[in-house]
């Protein structure tokens, strides 16, 4: 009996041993396959910084910040006219997405699982998340820019707007979702209406995670071009007229760096290399200083 015991265990281990030396094999292989992966994607980015770095650094000097974007051959220049036109577009459009982008995500985490406009709301800014820019810029320039007769800054903040608003709204509806129950019952217990718990309880308790959501969007809207393409278009000359088209960086390092002229070509770089140390540093507050804790 204790011999045909042997004999059974004998002749199961092997299939077992080898399923496992099978399944360790698999799980080897998708480990390297993982890592070329995440050193090869580590490379190109690497590369692509090495090269801005290299080639953005030689074209900063105190002029860039100083002076007007040149004229085709003429010399020295600066970027003064586009850095005040991105500040001012993209201020704007930041002043028109938040409220609307949070309060929209405060109606979707109030009244997400009971109204079907919130379930249509969700749908649509899902949507919005992941189309094109160059979608909105076209959106924008068939409803104002063609109505209108002329590109303006206005319908390019109107366009960036567009794709801040559903950066907005889903990361105030997830942060809300984070608030404990026990909470929000705590202040219907003490007698609070519903507004007041959704904006003085539930709002305050994530209110840094709203903030986060808030430069996340603008970290997202400060180097489209597509859009404004079609609705600020670029200004040669220092222009604060939010009514007339207006000079930016992404169209300015656009044109400058497919341009054959070597005073051009210089700024296009150093443009671009203020672009990513501005969005490198919204993403690090957005992901280091205004990191929280939600209350339990």
């Known amino acids: 009996m204790k011999n045909s015991h042997q004999t059974e265990a004998d002749v199961l281990a092997p299939p077992v041993n080898a399923v496992y030396r099978k399944r360790l094999l698999m799980h080897r292989f998708g480990m390297v396959l993982s890592f070329l992966a995440m050193a090869l994607g580590l490379l190109v980015l690497a590369w692509i910084l090495v090269t801005l770095v290299i080639k ?13 974007t ?35 995500g405060i109606y979707l985490a109030e009244y997400g699982e009971e109204s079907k406009l919130a379930q249509v709301t ?20 068939a409803i104002y820019v063609a109505k209108v007769g002329h590109f303006s800054g206005w319908a390019g903040s109107f366009a960036l707007s567009l794709i801040a608003v559903p950066v907005v709204v ?9 608030v404990p129950g026990n909470l929000r019952e705590a202040a219907f217990a003490l007698g609070a209406p519903r507004w007041k718990v959704a904006l003085l309880v539930r709002l305050r308790a994530v209110k840094a995670g709203v903030v986060t959501g808030v ?82």
């Open 122 to 141: 969700r749908f649509v800014t899902d949507i919005m998340l992941s189309a094109p820019s160059i979608v909105i810029g076209l959106f924008v320039y």
């Open 170 to 178: 889903r990361t105030t509806d997830n942060m809300l979702k984070l």
């Open 215 to 296: 430069l996340l969007a603008v970290a997202r809207i400060a180097g489209e071009t597509a859009p404004l393409l079609f609705t600020a278009l670029n200004n040669q000359f220092f222009s604060t007229n939010m009514n007339k088209p207006i000079a930016n960086l992404p169209v300015v390092i656009s044109q400058f760096a497919m341009s054959p002229f070597d005073n051009w070509v210089p700024l296009a770089w150093g443009g671009a290399l203020l672009i990513t140390f501005s969005v490198l540093l919204l993403n690090i507050l957005s992901r280091s200083l205004f990191s929280q804790k939600i209350p339990g």
């Open 56 to 68: 953005g650094f030689g074209a900063l000097n105190l002029g860039i910040l100083t002076q007007n």
């Open 70 to 104: 040149p004229a085709p051959g003429s010399g020295s220049g600066g970027l003064l006219n586009p850095i005040v036109g991105s500040l001012m577009l993209v201020g704007l459009a930041t002043v028109f997405s938040t409220p609307v982008g949070i309060l929209a």
